[in-house]
């Protein structure tokens, strides 16, 4: 019985290792991470009256092609994108979400995303490149290693005096998971994304109806 139980044991564990190694294997996939914020109504009262306008942002990677692959363990890789391929507009979207619903205070604010040169009646514009955008996984034995990058610039217009703030976002997070799911990747990624949005807000503020600086 000892035996027959040592049996099925070594049958299960080969199996196990034969569904790792082929899962482990790339075939030159493309995954699609669905990025786009949650939609929820904006609050109807108590929005600042201060009028803000994102335009979407600029992509000025090397590569807009996608944002990363994963290297499998025995060869092969899996790449990365993001659904509607535009992940610079999706980040613009994102802070216009948080803007709206919690922004500087942790109050909502009259935000609104449009197109570039529509934005006459703004107090405040905001434009941004993305000059790094990455997620990218590489396989080992019995683990993966899930690395996501990001560095932005975004520039506010303010319209009362003409003047103008520009930071520099960056930000990095790195995530080792033992079974991999493509979820993990994208969690990790907008992880990144939120990070930078809340850097943002916290070196900014407003005030005389502008954007300023903390420092």
Partial sequence: MERSFLHRSLVWGMALLVSSVVGCAGKGEVRQFDLQPKQSD???AGVEPVKIVIEPFEDKR???TRIGSRSHLWGG???FDVTGGRPAELIAQQLAHRLQTRGWGGRPWNVRLEQAGSSADADILITGEVEELSANAKSRLFSTVIETKQRLVIQAKNRVDNSSTTRMIEGARTRTVFWFEDEDVRDLLMDTINDGID???IDTK????GLRSVR
């Fill in 206 to 209: 407003i005030a005389q109806n």
């Fill in 77 to 79: 890789v899996t790449h």
């Fill in 42 to 44: 904006a609050p109807s």
């Fill in 199 to 201: 850097r943002f807000v």
């Fill in 62 to 64: 090397a590569t807009t």
